[in-house]
């Protein structure tokens, strides 16, 4: 945030110096457009205006993806230094013709994409998202509803009929009468445990 604060100055009626990126050199279509930008931000030539001194420089870069970025630089002293002033812009090429807004087409740039494009591009991929997210509700919903079957379903399980087999009647009688005997040795056991602790507690005379 720092770099947005653009604390530089300068004098109003000064001249700028103009200062484009080697890339400008490279490509024909980006040397029209030096000739061009030079030809907008340049002072003209004994302009009744223009002061006789220079302290500030206009700078125009070219980015990976071929956009123009315009800068402007305060010169701070006369070590070269610079500090930005502001603003800053992007400019973006679309087409260059032959005539003012008219002629044949000299230059089209085939990486620009209009943003009636981009909206349109963001639509379809909210409305797939759309669709899939229907379908992906349907798929469960038949899933949902095969497992229900699935389960009401009954399947023979010999191997649970073992586990699950039911005692006979004389086999739980044999097992009632066991645990009633193991309750009685246990009552008759507590009993004569409560007798020898009385006999212990009574004094000698």
């Not at 389960?151 to 073992?162: C, R, S, Y």
Request: proline share 6%.
């Amino acid at each position: 945030m720092d770099e947005l604060k653009l604390t530089g100055n300068c004098l109003k009626a000064s001249r700028p110096i103009l200062s484009f990126d080697s890339t400008f050199e490279g490509k024909p279509h980006l040397e029209l457009i030096k000739q061009t930008l030079t030809q907008v931000f340049s002072t003209p030539e004994h302009h009744p205006r223009s002061q006789p001194f220079v302290d500030h420089v206009f700078t125009f870069s070219i980015s990976p993806d071929e956009k123009i970025w315009f800068r402007n630089f305060q010169i701070v002293d006369e070590t070269l230094q610079l500090q930005e002033i502001g603003p800053r812009f992007v400019l973006e090429l679309i087409r260059i013709f032959n005539g003012s807004f008219e002629g044949a087409v000299l230059y089209d740039n085939p990486n620009y994409e209009a943003p009636n494009d981009k909206r349109r591009m963001l639509k379809i991929v909210n409305q797939n998202k759309y669709v899939n997210k229907k379908l992906h509700e349907k798929v469960q919903v038949e899933k949902d509803i095969s497992t229900k079957a699935v389960l009401k379903e009954k399947v023979e399980d010999p191997a649970g009929e073992i586990f699950n087999a039911v005692p006979s009647d004389e086999a739980a009688k044999l097992v009632a009468a066991k645990m009633d005997k193991n309750l009685k040795k246990r009552k008759a056991t507590s009993n004569g445990k409560q007798k020898l602790k009385k006999k212990k507690a009574v004094p000698e005379c």
